[in-house]
């Protein structure tokens, strides 16, 4: 396909440059360009040989297309073709590559770089072919540099006539944006060509006016289709400027500027917009992560004052009915009558007492916390027996050599372990839960294993970093009473000391919380 693209588009344009002052354009250049910078590196031995065969085939002296004029058959022929050329272009193409990824005309660096680099082949590819010709003719400098200006002109012109759309129709990406207008413009942009041609069979030459007003559409469909309209421009005013040439005893030189002139124009304006649009979007994108962050941070905050109040509420309440009531008994067995004092009666309510305020200070601050390892605070604290009370059949397994954690972490590590056994008892109507603490070199993972019916994809999609049962749900802003706020208050957590919370969930297999740390 390459290779038949390549010679057809070499026959056009021949047949083109045969016309009385029309603009010089090869679009082989471009085709070959297009080709070596958009297909992978391993296909460039088989375009080469591809081309080098069919063109030796059609232009080996005697051949099809040969010319007196190409010299060919010689050594610095066979040098030129084999060698020096494919070595110009792979090397200029390869390293242009390794700076700039594909598409390549989609912002403004990409688009003059491309510009650049295809400008450079042009000239180095002229110097290599017109060179071995004047060589071997023994050409004057002065006579050598006008023709290779000439050859690389028109060599540019062919590349950046065709070599965009290519590179649009290869990538496909920025396609979506084709509508019915982009069709009414395009077909009354070849109405107003034939018009100029009807016209000038009839003697009145229209071809200035509409070589001119050929800038408007193009400018506005660079503006409108972004990298698509800017390629279809591209090919349109080589078209304009060919059918004007045509129609006109100027000079192919000032047709070719217009080409160029207009073209970098349009490339460059198209990629602008896209560039625009692509900041837009990604601007965007920012904006709805933020306000999703905006949201679960004023869901955090409210919840952390209910949760202030309520553990208000609950000490209020613990301190009048428990606390008091046992502190009244206790002062009316003191005021009785000494020899009717229950010595172990009254021991036994202080104990009690104790135990109950042990138990009310032990929920705002883990007992050990501060100095004991965060396994055996959990060991010791409300969490089992609160899995106990709830009937609920559970294990506590811990693995490795333990690491010493320091306060903080330990207060986050349990309340991360707290809240997850929290939502299993809640909302996983499970029958067994297991905690695991592992140590392992570098990490510590603390997990929290239930069997139960899995957390519903409204509140895992927003909240978890994974979720094996489901993906790509709509994010919304969380409510209070629902799993999603105890989520992303272990994952707030899980940040502040610098770990990661993973989280697997299924209707049948249940829960798995994980909390990973690392222990330098």
Request: aromatic share 10%; proline share 3%.
């Amino acid at each position: 396909m390459y290779t038949a693209l390549f010679h057809s588009v070499w026959l056009i344009s021949t047949q083109f440059e045969i016309i009385a002052s029309t603009v010089s354009w090869y679009l082989p250049a471009g085709v070959r360009f297009a080709a070596f910078m958009l297909l992978p590196l391993r296909s460039w031995p088989m375009l080469l040989f591809s081309e080098k065969l069919t063109h030796f085939v059609l232009f080996h002296p005697g051949g099809i297309l040969d010319n007196t004029a190409f010299l060919s058959g010689s050594l610095g022929w066979y040098l030129v073709h084999l060698l020096l050329s494919p070595a110009l272009l792979c090397t200029s193409v390869y390293i242009f590559r390794r700076c700039f990824k594909a598409p390549y005309i989609s912002n403004i660096n990409s688009t003059l770089a491309t510009l650049g680099v295809g400008l450079i082949i042009s000239v180095v590819l002229g110097a290599v072919f017109i060179g071995r010709r004047a060589i071997e003719l023994q050409t004057d400098i002065t006579v050598f540099f006008p023709i290779l200006f000439d050859f690389s002109l028109g060599d540019f012109v062919g590349l950046i006539v065709l070599c965009p759309l290519l590179f649009v129709l290869y990538d496909r990406e920025h396609l979506h944006r084709v509508n019915t207008t982009l069709y009414w413009i395009i077909g009354a942009w070849l109405f107003l060509l034939l018009l100029s041609s009807y016209a000038y069979s009839h003697g009145t030459n229209i071809s200035y006016q509409v070589k001119y007003l050929a800038v408007f559409p193009a400018l506005f469909l660079s503006y409108r289709y972004a990298v698509t309209g800017s390629a279809l421009s591209c090919l349109l005013v080589g078209v304009t400027a060919f059918v004007v040439a045509s129609q006109s005893d100027l000079s192919p030189l000032e047709h070719q500027f217009y080409i160029i002139a207009l073209c970098v124009s349009c490339l460059i304006l198209g990629a602008s917009v896209n560039h625009a649009e692509q900041m837009n979007k990604a601007l965007r994108d920012k904006n709805e992560a933020l306000e999703v962050a905006v949201n679960n941070a004023q869901a955090l905050s409210s919840k952390l004052v209910n949760l202030q109040e309520d553990e208000r509420k609950r000490l209020s309440r613990d301190l009048h009915d428990d606390f008091g009531h046992r502190i009244v008994d206790l002062k009316l067995q003191l005021s009785l009558n000494a020899s009717n004092i229950n010595q172990d009666s009254l021991l036994n309510k202080i104990d009690a007492l104790y135990e109950a305020m042990k138990k009310s200070l032990g929920s705002l601050r883990p007992s050990g916390i501060d100095t004991l390892p965060i396994e055996a605070v959990i060991q010791g604290s409300t969490i089992l027996s609160t899995l106990k009370n709830s009937h609920i059949d559970y294990g506590f397994e811990v693995t490795g050599l333990p690491y010493s954690f320091t306060s903080q972490q330990k207060i986050h590590i349990y309340r991360i372990i707290q809240e997850a056994v929290t939502n299993s008892i809640k909302y996983a109507d499970a029958t067994r839960l297991t905690i695991e603490i592992n140590y392992a070199g570098s990490t510590s993972t603390f997990c929290v294993v239930d069997n139960g019916k899995g957390i519903p994809a409204q509140f895992s999609g927003s909240s978890s970093e994974h979720s094996s049962s489901t993906n790509h749900h709509t994010s919304h802003t969380p409510t209070l009473h629902t799993p999603t706020l105890g989520l992303l208050s272990m994952k707030e957590r899980a940040k502040l000391i610098e770990g990661s919370i993973h989280i697997d969930t299924s209707a049948t297999s249940g829960t798995s919380v994980c909390l990973t740390v690392p222990t330098p």
